[in-house]
């Protein structure tokens, strides 16, 4: 019972958080003015950012520690690499919606972009701060620790999916953000990261996907680049054990 008590726990800490940014962009009306969109964009990682901080080391009422210490004490011998995949497959599910004949927002050019942006943002930014920061993990392995890079891919990803397809059905964002949940738990449970470096990662995976949806309809205006839809680009994410990343090919002829 306690095992299930944590985990339940765990799961608290992000779902209501993500799962709230995707209802307030389903019911948001197409002429809001662009403070309310920032708002809306800014406003789930923001509370996991602000989340994280809060509970860094033994901070607030439920801290990074106690977590620890409650995985430790549940699950001492727990390992599993499933978080190496996990974190990819709300990208993944985007492209097989599509190759099942459910389409999503954008094109196949226009999504691999900003997805290729995303995960390029996400994995940046969380890679500089990690060795800013030098945090050293629960486990002791090196001072890389905060934020999750595994997580804010993850979360990246279940954006990415959720800006797809949430005109299609809510449905797709919560199963993309469980997902996404899910890795940044076994993250964690792998005594990998702390509970504040997991938070943060999620909140700057949402951050980055929110952005770069944001800012590429301008880009694209600006450099003209409506014609790249006739190109022949492809871009697909693969993962393999212990190597994940994205093929890109251009076709000249």
Request: aromatic fraction near 12%.
């Amino acid at each position: 019972m306690k095992k299930v008590l944590s985990i339940s726990l765990c799961l608290a800490l992000f779902i209501p958080v993500t799962l709230s940014a995707q209802v307030t962009d389903t019911i948001t009306h197409p002429t809001e003015t662009s403070g309310k969109k920032v708002v809306s964009m800014l406003l789930a990682p923001t509370i996991l950012i602000g989340a994280g901080f809060a509970t860094m080391d033994d901070r607030g009422f439920y801290s990074s520690y106690d977590a620890y210490e409650c995985i430790q004490k549940n699950y001492p011998d727990f390992h599993s690499n499933l978080d190496d995949y996990l974190m990819l497959v709300p990208a993944i599910g985007v492209y097989g919606l599509n190759l099942a004949g459910v389409k999503g927002k954008n094109n196949f050019l226009d999504r691999s972009l900003l997805y290729l942006f995303s995960f390029s943002l996400a994995t940046v930014t969380t890679g500089v701060i990690k060795r800013s920061t030098n945090v050293l993990r629960p486990d002791g392995s090196d001072h890389y620790s905060f934020p999750s890079t595994h997580t804010a891919i993850a979360f990246a990803s279940a954006t990415f999916l959720h800006e797809e397809y949430k005109e299609q059905s809510v449905w797709y964002g919560v199963a993309g953000y469980s997902i996404a949940t899910a890795t940044g738990v076994i993250r964690m449970l792998n005594n990998e990261h702390w509970m504040s470096d997991v938070l943060v990662g999620a909140g700057m995976g949402i951050l980055s996907t929110k952005i770069v949806y944001w800012l590429y309809p301008m880009v694209k205006r600006s450099i003209g680049s409506r014609s790249a839809s006739k190109s022949n680009l492809s871009l697909v994410p693969y993962v393999s054990p212990g190597h994940y990343g994205l093929h890109l090919q251009y076709r000249i002829h």
